[in-house]
């Protein structure tokens, strides 16, 4: 059984941090790594995108494997702090070494980032496959799970600030030789090393902070040991039926689209960044916290508005929010309406439209983990098996695996405009204006209209406050019979 009643802002507060330990993994890899071994070590961007998404098989693989092993793990640490601790010390060491190549040359840095991107995201799949699934168990009420994703959405917006932040701030400062400090390569593995070192103190953090709840967790019914071929056997069959509960595919399915999408324009947004805006180091810090800044004060209004509204409304508006303004800005600087580069307006204007971004969008976020863990619920009731694990790896795989597919995209799409790279380019002075605009459209309007995919499939989920409640009614009550049966 889930811990009956509210839950202490300590616990919840403990809970979270890992969420900062994978948004510290994803903002570094999702922001830098196609930058990384493109723009800077000279791979051509769609070699390089082909390597990252590698990781898309990989994860397809190892995310409802851990899932499923997970929930049906049985040990004194319970069903998922094991997987917590033995997931965070080689993250952040493979994390290091990805920015860390030891080879030169373009096929041998290719393999260098297949090997070690996928290292990474197997890693970081082990801890965080189990860290997603724990908070749909600590509680079953609808309003605290929101809370509870509240609280984790908090850290995973600071996490990814972070590796940005870190990384211009500390890392990637001007040089007399680079104008541009994110196209020093000796920067990166420093920069990987913090990072990393993060990524493990926030993931053993919530390890060690929440094992007194263990007891109060549910637990595994005993099983005999089954082989290699049984566990993936039983990975897919219970992969099937969690995409077989028609809610959670249309949810699942337009996490999918959107985060794809999403993966595309962080791929593109350090360009965006050094080329499209032409901002100084001390811009790119100013405008870094914009998003997250809006969407910590957007947590702070989400409980009051997922109460009065409902979560699949807030999950909508947040989407068409976060496509309105990731084109708005753009668009208005291509046709000439926006202040110019350089401008004493640019960065407080974008930095304002950031934060509205995020106060709008994270409403999105906060909902669909809520979603996610409503229907496990669901699921629970047709299947008669409480399996946090698998729904919360297929969510895993819908927001993860989209970094490795929109790195792909990028790649390909900046290989179509035949975007110049290499030591030469050091400012946008150095590209011609016409592929500034081409990079424009892609993560403005190309972006943006993309959402719409994500629009139909979210309409297409039905399960509503008083649906959840009438699941929560017939589960309690067989539950209750189950412990009262002589056999039980």
Same mark, same amino acid.
């Given at each position: 059984m889930a811990i009956q009643g509210r839950l202490g802002f300590t616990l919840k507060t403990n809970y979270g941090m890992a969420q900062m330990g994978e948004s510290l993994v994803n903002g570094a890899l999702g922001a830098f790594l196609l930058f990384y071994y493109s723009q800077v070590l000279g791979v051509p961007p769609s070699m390089a995108a082909m390597g990252v998404g590698t990781a898309v098989i990989v994860d397809a693989f190892t995310d409802p494997m851990v899932g499923s092993i997970s929930d049906n793990w049985r040990s004194r640490l319970g069903r998922r702090h094991p997987f917590l601790i033995f997931g965070a010390i080689p993250t952040g060491i493979c994390l290091f070494m990805l920015f860390n190549p030891l080879v030169a040359g373009n096929i041998p840095l290719l393999i260098w980032m297949i090997v070690f991107v996928n290292l990474t995201r197997t890693f970081m799949t082990i801890f965080h496959i189990p860290h997603i699934a724990l908070g749909a168990e600590l509680s079953e009420d609808y309003d605290e799970r929101s809370s509870i994703v509240g609280f984790r959405t908090f850290f995973g917006n600071i996490g990814g600030l972070l590796a940005f932040v870190l990384g211009f701030w500390l890392f990637f400062k001007p040089t007399p030789e680079f104008i541009n400090g994110q196209l020093n390569a000796a920067a990166y593995p420093p920069f990987a090393g913090l990072i990393g070192t993060m990524v493990i103190v926030a993931?053993?953090?919530?390890?060690?902070? /929440?094992?007194? !709840? *263990? &007891?109060?967790?549910? $637990?595994? =019914?005993?099983?005999?040991?089954?082989?290699l071929f049984e566990g993936v056997k039983r990975m897919a069959l219970d992969s099937l039926a969690a995409l077989a509960c028609r809610n959670f595919f249309?949810?699942?399915? #337009?996490?999918?689209?959107?985060? *794809?999408? *999403? %993966? !595309?324009g962080s791929a593109l947004g350090v360009y965006m960044f050094t080329f499209f805006w032409e901002l100084p180091r001390e811009g790119i810090l100013i405008l870094a916290p914009a998003f997250p800044i809006g969407a910590l004060m957007g947590i702070t209004i989400s409980p009051y508005l997922l109460r009065v509204t409902s979560k699949k409304a807030m999950l909508q508006f947040g989407l068409l929010a976060w496509a309105w303004f990731q084109m708005l800005p753009i668009v208005l600087r291509l046709l000439g309406w926006f202040p110019e580069n350089g401008s004493d307006l640019l960065v407080p204007l974008l930095f304002s439209i950031g934060v509205i971004q995020g106060i709008c969008t994270v409403q999105s976020n906060i909902a669909f983990g809520s979603m996610n863990a409503d229907c496990v619920d669901e699921h629970e009731l047709t299947s008669g098996r409480? $399996?946090? #694990?698998?729904?919360?790896?297929?969510? &895993?795989?819908? /927001?993860?695996?989209?970094? %490795?597919? #929109?790195?792909?995209?990028?790649?390909?799409?900046? #290989?179509?405009?035949?975007?110049?790279? %290499?030591? $030469?380019?050091? /400012?946008?002075?150095?590209?011609?204006?016409? =592929?500034?605009f081409e990079l424009g459209l892609l993560v403005g309007p190309g972006i943006a209209a993309s959402a719409l995919i994500c629009m139909w499939c979210y309409s297409r989920y039905t399960l509503t406050r008083e649906g959840h409640q009438e699941i929560l009614v017939t589960l309690t009550a067989r539950r209750q019979l189950a412990e009262s049966s002589p056999t039980a």
């Open positions: 993931t053993l953090w919530t390890a060690m902070s /929440t094992r007194h !709840v *263990i &007891s109060s967790l549910p $637990q595994p =019914k005993a099983t005999a040991r089954i082989n249309w949810l699942f399915l #337009g996490v999918l689209m959107l985060f *794809i999408i *999403i %993966g !595309v409480r $399996q946090e #694990g698998i729904f919360f790896a297929a969510s &895993s795989f819908a /927001t993860k695996a989209p970094v %490795g597919i #929109g790195n792909i995209i990028a790649g390909i799409a900046l #290989g179509l405009i035949d975007w110049p790279v %290499g030591e $030469q380019i050091k /400012t946008a002075a150095d590209i011609a204006p016409a =592929k500034i």
